[in-house]
């Protein structure tokens, strides 16, 4: 089991950058595929960008060119840096870990809490 723990959520204006991170617990993260979703008001939680467990990645087509997810496996931790952010890209922001690679969201098993990201136009 692992336990994870987003940060780094934010207000930042259109065209701006910001850089999230997702904390694990436990000694296995290496094991996991790790995955970022987001979810706006009123809408489904969607897939944004998934990393495995051997750094293949994998994107939504509208952040594709703007986000990049990264892992440190030493430090337990997944990243997303989100460059050129649009109003529409605002939403809760969740990671995610799974033991075999997907992008779907009801096929994680566990979740963070989520970290609000506001862009302004």
């Known amino acids: 089991q692992v336990q994870l723990v987003e940060s780094g959520g934010g207000l930042v204006q259109a065209g701006g950058s910001l850089r999230l991170s997702c904390a694990a617990s436990?000694?296995?993260?290496?094991?996991?595929?790790m995955g970022w979703f987001r979810q706006a008001p009123g809408k489904e939680r969607e897939f944004v960008a998934a990393?495995?467990?051997?750094?293949?990645?994998y994107y939504q087509d509208s952040v594709s060119g703007r986000f990049t997810i990264s892992r440190d496996n030493a430090k337990a931790t997944v990243y997303l840096q989100m460059n050129s952010l649009k109003p529409e890209d605002t939403a809760v922001y969740y990671c995610?870990?799974?033991?075999?690679?997907?992008?779907?969201?009801?096929?994680?098993?566990?979740w963070g809490q989520g970290t609000q990201v506001t862009v302004s136009s």
């Open positions: 436990g000694r296995t993260f290496s094991s996991y595929n």
């Open positions: 995610a870990a799974n033991y075999y690679a997907t992008t779907r969201v009801n096929e994680y098993d566990y």
């Open positions: 990393i495995t467990k051997s750094a293949d990645r």
